[in-house]
């Protein structure tokens, strides 16, 4: 593929730029009204150039109803990978490997 192409390519929308439209919110300009956050760091966020902070996803969740928003962040949040890792752990049964 030629930069120009690559450069022209449209990507597909993030799962917070959804939630924003589903919300009712057409613009990033109209969500940040509501919105803890600066319409930049929105971009950022919707963009996928900024992971969003815990604060920032709970403000979203809140502000778009949208609750599922909040368990995205699980998948992404240190505390939680290492539950999840701990659950999936094989306990230990005395064997030598």
């Not at 993030?14 to 509501?34: K, N, P, Q, T, W």
């Not at 109803?65 to 240190?78: A, F, K, M, N």
């Amino acid at each position: 593929m030629s930069a120009q192409a690559k450069s022209m390519s449209i990507s597909r929308p993030s799962v917070y730029m959804l939630a924003r439209i589903g919300a009712g919110y057409r613009s990033r300009e109209a969500a940040v009204e509501d919105l803890p956050m600066s319409e930049s760091t929105l971009t950022r966020i919707e963009l996928g150039k900024k992971k969003p902070s815990a604060e920032e996803i709970a403000a979203m969740a809140a502000v778009y109803g949208r609750r599922d928003l909040l368990y995205l962040y699980c998948r992404i949040c240190p505390i939680c990978e290492e539950i999840e890792r701990q659950k999936n752990k094989t306990p230990c049964r005395g064997q030598i490997s």
